[in-house]
T-cell receptor, first 111, second 111 residues
Framework: DAGVIQSPRHEVTEMGQEVTLRCKPI?????LFWYRQTMMRGLELLIY????????DSGMPEDRFSAKMPNASFSTLKIQPSEPRDSAVYFC?????????FGPGTRLTVT | QKEVEQNSGPLSVPEGAIASLNCTYS??????FFWYRQYSGKSPELIMF????GDKEDGRFTAQLNKASQYVSLLIRDSQPSDSATYLC???????????FGPGTRLSVLP
C-alpha cells in the first residue's frame, strides 16, 4: 500500500482565496483524521470521520473551514476565504481509532 | 477540557543512555495510549501503544502505564542520535471517540 496520500504537498496562496486540500486514506481504514500543526499550537485535531461520516468537528476553527468525505477513498479540507493565520502544515491520517497513519502533509502558506 | 501534558524539552541524553519521556493525562476515561515519533519536517509515525497497566516492550522501546497515577512513559534504551525527534503522547477514551495529542517532547541524543 502506498500509505496515506495528500495533495498538494505545498500550497502558496493569497489571502481571500479558496484552498482545497486532498487526502486518499489507506484502503480498509475506517477512520480519517484532519490535523493542523504549527509551532505555536502544536498538533490540533480539526475533524475526524468514521466510515465516511463526520463524528467530531469541534476542532474546526471557524466556518471558513469545511471537510467532506464523499467516499471511503477520498476526503477534502477546504478553507474559504483563506487568511494568513491559516498558514500551517495540514496532515491527513487514517487508521483504526488511535493507531493512525499520517500522510506527508500539505504545507500551506497564505500571504 | 481533556488534556495530555508533556514536558516540551529539549531532553538531551548522551548516546547509549536511557531516554525517559513522560506524559500525564487528565481524563480518567482514557483507556489507550499511543506514542508517536516525529522527525523535523516529517509526519508523525506510530511507534507504540499500550492499553494495560504495566510495561510493554518492543525492541529498544518500553512503554509504561499507570492508570491510578494517570501517567504514561516511554523509555528508549541504548539511545542513538537517530532517535533525536519529537515524541508525542496521545490518549483515547474507551468509546474510541476522544483522541488527544500532547504537545510533544523534543529529544536530542548527543553523539
Amino acid at each position: 500500500d502506498a500509505g496515506v496520500i495528500q495533495s498538494p504537498r505545498h500550497e502558496v496562496t493569497e489571502m481571500g482565496q479558496e484552498v482545497t486540500l486532498r487526502c486518499k486514506p489507506i484502503s480498509g481504514h475506517d477512520y480519517l483524521f484532519w490535523y493542523r500543526q504549527t509551532m505555536m499550537r502544536g498538533l490540533e485535531l480539526l475533524i475526524y470521520f468514521n466510515n465516511n461520516v463526520p463524528i467530531d468537528d469541534s476542532g474546526m476553527p471557524e466556518d471558513r473551514f469545511s471537510a467532506k468525505m464523499p467516499n471511503a477513498s477520498f476526503s477534502t479540507l477546504k478553507i474559504q476565504p483563506s487568511e494568513p493565520r491559516d498558514s500551517a502544515v495540514y496532515f491527513c491520517a487514517s487508521g483504526q481509532s488511535g493507531e493512525q497513519y499520517f500522510g506527508p502533509g500539505t504545507r500551506l502558506t497564505v500571504t | 477540557q481533556k488534556e495530555v501534558e508533556q514536558n516540551s524539552g529539549p531532553l538531551s541524553v548522551p548516546e547509549g543512555a536511557i531516554a525517559s519521556l513522560n506524559c500525564t493525562y487528565s481524563d480518567r476515561g482514557s483507556q489507550s495510549f499511543f506514542w508517536y515519533r516525529q522527525y523535523s519536517g516529517k509526519s508523525p509515525e506510530l511507534i507504540m501503544f499500550i492499553y494495560s497497566n504495566g510495561d510493554k516492550e518492543d525492541g529498544r522501546f518500553t512503554a509504561q502505564l499507570n492508570k491510578a497515577s494517570q501517567y504514561v512513559s516511554l523509555l528508549i534504551r541504548d539511545s542513538q542520535p537517530s532517535d533525536s525527534a519529537t515524541y508525542l503522547c496521545a490518549s483515547l477514551d474507551n468509546y474510541g471517540q476522544n483522541f488527544v495529542f500532547g504537545p510533544g517532547t523534543r529529544l536530542s541524543v548527543l553523539p
